[in-house]
């Protein structure tokens, strides 16, 4: 069974530019996720879709950050203008809809902002 | 609100035994798990409590205790790939799918 699939791997921008990072989810799983990861923190949760519907996107920064999951199977985030603050891993997971069931990772992008 | 709690480090040797420990604070509760991360990588299951007790997998095990808001992670036989980050994350009641809030993470070094 393949994994969840994200692209590109690394990005380096400078502060202002634009990114977007896209994610492919394990076949069948409903319920995808954004999490961003700051050096030495543990995952945040930035965004979560059930289908092609937002379940929670209350820690999005919504000025500056946009996913979409257009037609509920793969999804893009976008930060547009990127800020130094933004350097992290953008980490996408998936699972199956249901009560306990597991969240698979991607290996996710690593973003530095300079 | 949502509070996680768990030691920044840890190192313990080769072949002994390895306790981390998870407290949490959050707005509810619906089950926790662990994760293991090396560096570089990603988050990858290990265990899953969302009734009192131990559950154990091979190596390893994962306690709960609801009413304390504690959990530990145990670890048997070291081994050197065993040197990650092990991350605790609950999942709040009520959350609609399986929204998890993560700690901190641990950073286990095994050293021979």
């Known amino acids: 069974e393949a994994g969840v699939a994200q692209s590109p791997r690394y990005k380096i921008i400078e502060k202002r530019q634009s990114v977007a990072f896209w994610c492919n989810p394990i076949s069948g799983h409903a319920t995808l996720y954004w999490y961003q990861q700051i050096l030495g923190q543990g995952p945040k949760l930035l965004i979560q879709?059930?289908?092609?519907?937002?379940?929670?996107d209350s820690q999005l920064p919504k000025d500056r950050f946009s996913a979409e999951r257009l037609k509920g199977v793969d999804s893009t985030l976008k930060i547009q203008p990127a800020k130094l603050e933004d350097s992290a891993v953008y980490l996408c997971a998936s699972s199956s809809t249901g009560s306990g069931n597991t969240i698979y990772f991607g290996e996710g992008s690593w973003l530095t902002v300079v | 609100g949502q509070n996680i709690d768990q030691p920044t480090e840890m190192t313990a040797t080769e072949g002994a035994i390895v306790q981390i420990n998870c407290t949490y604070q959050?707005?509810?509760?619906?089950?926790l798990f662990w994760y293991q991360q090396h560096a570089g990588e990603a988050p990858t299951f290990l265990s899953y409590?969302?009734?009192?007790g131990l559950e154990e997998k091979g190596r390893f095990s994962s306690f709960l205790s609801r009413s304390k808001g504690y959990s530990y992670l145990l670890l048997k036989e070291l081994q050197m790939k065993d040197s990650a980050s092990y991350l605790c994350a609950v999942r709040p009641h009520g959350e609609y799918g399986n929204k998890l809030v993560f700690g901190a993470g641990t950073i286990l070094r095994v050293k021979s």
């Open positions: 879709f059930q289908n092609n519907g937002v379940v929670d």
């Open positions: 959050t707005s509810g509760f619906n089950g």
């Open positions: 409590n969302v009734l009192d």
